[in-house]
Structure formats: C-alpha cells, structure tokens
C-alpha cells in the first residue's frame, strides 16, 4: 500500500528532517509512528499526504510513485488519504455535516449520494445526531470523531493520522482507537503517528520507531504482562 | 435531489449547484459586510465611470459634428465672368447628379450683402466702388455620401468643371472638431486601459485579504482534496460580484453626469446655432460596462487568489 524507499527531507532552516528512510505498509495493516517531537513523524506523513515533496528517495501510494504525479492529480492522491490532525482542522462556519461533507463535495460526487454516504460516516461514529450542530459547540473528543468522519467519508485506502490524541484524556483516547480499530478491520491501511506509547502497547499494532530522522525500530510491542495478582494474606 | 437519472446527469446538477451555492454564499458575504463591500464597489464604479463618461461624451460630440458635417455645404466660386444666368444653367446641371442633394445659386449682390451682415467690415464694403464677388454656388452633398472620403471625392469633382475658379467645403473646421474628438477617443482610451488596471488592483487586494482571512478554511480544503478550481470558485465569484455592482454603479454615474451636463452642453450647442440632446450609454455600451467590470474583477481576483495558492501549496 505504502512502500517508501530511501526518503530523506531537508528543510534548507533546520537540516535533515527524515534521513534514509525506507519501510513498507501492506493493504489493510495498522501501524503506529512513534518518536520524540521533532523526530520526523509529521513530516513523514506529510510526504506521504503530498503536502510536501521528499529530497531524496521515492515513496508509492497504492503502486503509484508520487515523485512522477503531476500537480493536478494530487487533490484525487489525498482524497484516496484520509487525514486525521490534533487540531482537528474543521471549518468553524460550517455544521458537522457540512465538514464531514466536505472530501465528497469537492469530489464532485451528487448530493443524494453525499447525504448518504455522510450520514453513514456519522453513524460509525456516532455523531448522527450532531450532524447539524456547529463544530465549536462540541467537545474536544466530539470534534476528533467529526475529524475521522471526515476522513473516512471518502472511503480513504489509507488514513493517516497525526497526533489524534494529543489534546484528549486518555479515555477519550482508548475511544477514538478503537474507533480506528474498527476502520482497520474494515480493511483500511491507518498510519498513525503517537506519543502514547501505553496505548500502542495496548493495541499490539506493528510499531515503527523515529529517532532524529533515522527509522531505528520496526516492531510489534508485547502486551503488557498481566499484573500480578495480590498475595493472600495470611 | 432524486437519485433517479444517470451518475454523470447528477454528478452535472451537484456542480451546478455548487456554483450556484458559491454564488449566492458569495453575495451573502459580501453582504454580511456593507461598508467594506461598498467602498470596494465605489472605488470600481468611479474607476469605470471616469472614462465611460468621458467615452459617452465623445460620442454625443462626435454625432453632432456629424450631424454639421453632413448639412455643411460646399461653395464653388465661379470665374468672375460668368453672369448669373450662366450660374443657374450650372446649378441646374449639377441638380441632375445623384451625390447632390440640392444647389443654392449665391448672387453677387447676396455675397456682398452677406459680406456686409457678417464681417464686421460693413462701412469698408460700403467704400467699394463696385462689387468684386463671384456668384458663388452651394452645393449640398445628398444624405447618403459618406463623409470625408465621399464628399472629398465630390469637391474635387467638382473643382475642375469648367467655369469654377475655386472650391471650397465649408465644414473644414468641423474636420479638424473630429480630428481633436479622435484624439479624445485615443486619450480615454488610453485612460481606461490604466483605469481599469486600477480596478484589477482593487479587486485583487480586496480578494487577497479574503483569502488571508480564510488561509485556515483554504488550508482545509486543500487537505481533502480539494482543487484549485473549487478553492478559488467563490474568490472568483466574489470578484465578478464586485465588477459587476461595480459596473451597475458606474453605470448610473454615467447616466447622472450626462443629465447634469445636459444644460450646459445645450447652451454652447447653442452658441453655434446648434441643437445637443446629450445621450447616456446605449444598451450594447451599458452591457460592455457591466461585462468589462465583471472580467475586470474576475481576472483581479483569479491574480490574487492564484498567488495565495502558489505559497500556499509549494508542492
């Protein structure tokens, strides 16, 4: 699905970002990015989401190089991505069934096909409800699931998320992963980069570790050992 | 919408429709925002106004020189020694010819008397021991000559018959009228291509700081796929919004500025026996300014918000 070979990034400010990375993400799997800040996660998945182009090596997409994609078909590559942000990135002035619309409308798809297909991505969430609030008026968990609704909508082959707990507390968390869980069981590949390393533990996805750039870990973590049961007291 | 019909049928309708909703979200925010929208528009009408006034003046000027052109007469002096019957056996003559409309046969003695109204040299005509005019013929070129080529072409036909001494057309200084209204018409011209450079900036920098009031919804759609041309469908709407009140404004300008200008205007038309009933735009010049202020503020809009998208989207 993802297949990167010897990606490198340097911003001409702030040197390498990503040094020879390479890495493949099969159709259907769900991994995990995880690093500290500034060890390239982001822009990883901006390279792959074509917001930004590598220095050096080649990424595909669905067998697709992305070094050879003309400007004009990169709004239908990310419209095969779906993005997930920390920040959510919704459109205030708009309802909930309006942002979630928004991949689809700008796909020129009909609108009876739109309702439907928005509702659906409101329903897996289960925001059906809130579909005409506005997004300023929801929780800061609420306004994720508006975000992966969003995503999803389009029925992305891939997702790629991006820090998508950063700002929730770690109940909310578990509810959006297994949200994503539930995508990755429908057969979509998800990409998502984290900090929370209980949670990657938890889920026992493959795990792929970022250093200063560098890819210096490419695993699947054990669950964590159950805890001990408390002795008897005698 | 039904979902009956073919995908493609649909797919057309959904786009119609977004254009339509950018259309009508567009004027909504303009709307939303009076005082701004007003000033932008105010500043296009004027810029659209200016040489559309000056063009509908030209034009009112242009038709009444015309018009004198056209009833100017040309004088043929006959040789001082043909008499006046021989003149009206000429004049009859020429009244045959298709390209006259009519001859005045000019006596001496009508010369001399008009010599002696008109000159201010009245008491020196008075002195002359006998009268040294020729009779003079006015001829009228008929209606359908066009002026310039044509009636040139008539006067020196006429030039060389025989028993003319010299001919003459009277409208000379209406020619070198036209001459300084072609020029006029250059200059406005000139005036509105720089003029409506102006109003390409306006516009452009109204929709630049719309776009960076909504770099963050820009930004979004971006993200999801959107295409240039969806983002920058209601930045181009809203710049045709703006050409075209723009154009409607400075139309109504125009029409005010020649209701104000009638008065004076008929009072030098006045001076000079004539009559001007100034006219506003015609239907084809009143479309023109909408249509030019409405491409005017859609290629000022298409600069800006392809400049926002170019740094927005270095990829």
């Known amino acids: 699905m993802i297949e990167l070979a010897h990606v490198s990034k340097r911003y001409p400010e702030r040197g390498d970002a990503l040094r020879d990375l390479s890495f493949r993400l099969e159709a259907g799997e769900m991994a995990f990015l995880t690093g500290h800040s500034g060890a390239g996660k982001s822009t990883l998945l901006k390279l792959i989401g074509l917001l930004e182009r590598p220095s050096h090596g080649s990424i595909r997409v669905g067998g697709e190089d992305l070094a050879r994609l003309p400007r004009r078909r990169i709004p239908a590559h990310r419209r095969r991505i779906g993005m997930v942000f920390q920040d959510h990135r919704l459109l205030a002035g708009r309802s909930v069934f309006d942002n979630v619309a928004l991949p689809l409308v700008t796909a020129g798809m009909p609108r009876d096909e739109i309702g439907r297909r928005v509702r659906a991505a409101l329903d897996q969430v289960g925001l059906l409800k809130l579909e005409r609030a506005l997004p300023l008026t929801l929780s800061s968990g609420e306004q994720q699931r508006v975000g992966i609704a969003r995503a999803v909508v389009g029925r992305p082959e891939v997702i790629l998320a991006d820090e998508p707990t950063g700002n929730l507390d770690p109940d909310l968390s578990r509810e959006i992963f297994r949200l994503f869980e539930r995508f990755h069981q429908l057969g979509v590949s998800l990409l998502i980069a984290t900090h929370d390393l209980a949670l990657i533990r938890a889920m026992g996805h493959r795990t792929l570790v970022l250093k200063q750039g560098r890819l210096v870990a490419d695993a699947i973590p054990r669950p964590p050992a159950p805890q001990a049961a408390p002795e008897p007291v005698s | ?315």
């Open chain 2, 1 to 315: 919408m039904s979902a009956r019909g073919p995908r493609w049928l649909r797919c057309l309708l959904t786009w119609a429709g977004e254009h339509r909703r950018a259309a009508t979200e567009t004027i909504d925010r303009l709307a939303r925002a009076p005082l701004g929208t007003l000033m932008t528009v105010a500043a296009i009408a004027i810029a659209l106004a200016l040489p559309a006034t000056l063009l509908a003046i030209t034009d009112n000027l242009e038709a009444l020189a015309d018009d004198w052109r056209r009833g100017a007469a040309l004088s043929l002096f006959l040789a001082p020694e043909l008499d006046e019957t021989t003149a009206e056996a000429l004049a009859a003559a020429l009244r045959l010819r298709i390209d006259i409309d009519r001859v005045d046969v000019i006596s001496r003695a009508q010369g001399l008397a008009e010599l002696r109204e008109h000159s201010g040299l009245g008491s020196a005509v008075e002195q002359l021991p006998d009268n040294p005019l020729p009779v003079v013929l006015g001829v009228y070129p008929a209606a359908d000559l066009t002026p310039g080529d044509d009636v040139d072409a008539l006067l020196a036909s006429l030039a060389v018959l025989p028993g003319v001494d010299f001919a003459q057309a009277d409208a000379q200084w209406i020619r070198r009228l036209n001459a300084i209204l072609s020029l006029l018409r250059e200059g406005v011209l000139l005036l509105g291509a720089m003029l409506a450079l102006g109003v390409v900036l306006v516009v452009g920098n109204t929709i630049r700081l719309e776009t960076e009031n909504r770099r963050d919804e820009i930004q979004v759609m971006d993200l999801v796929g959107a295409t240039g041309a969806f983002i920058r469908r209601p930045f181009l709407y809203a710049g045709a919004w703006y050409g075209l009140l723009g154009g409607l404004l400075a139309w109504a300008l125009v029409d005010a500025a020649m209701w104000l200008l009638q008065a004076p205007a008929g009072r030098v038309a006045a001076l000079y026996d004539a009559e001007l009933q100034l006219t506003a735009l015609d239907l084809r010049q009143s479309l023109s300014l909408l249509g030019v202020g409405t491409l005017l503020g859609v290629v000022g809009s298409r600069i800006a918000v392809g400049r926002h998208l170019a740094r927005l989207r270095p990829v």
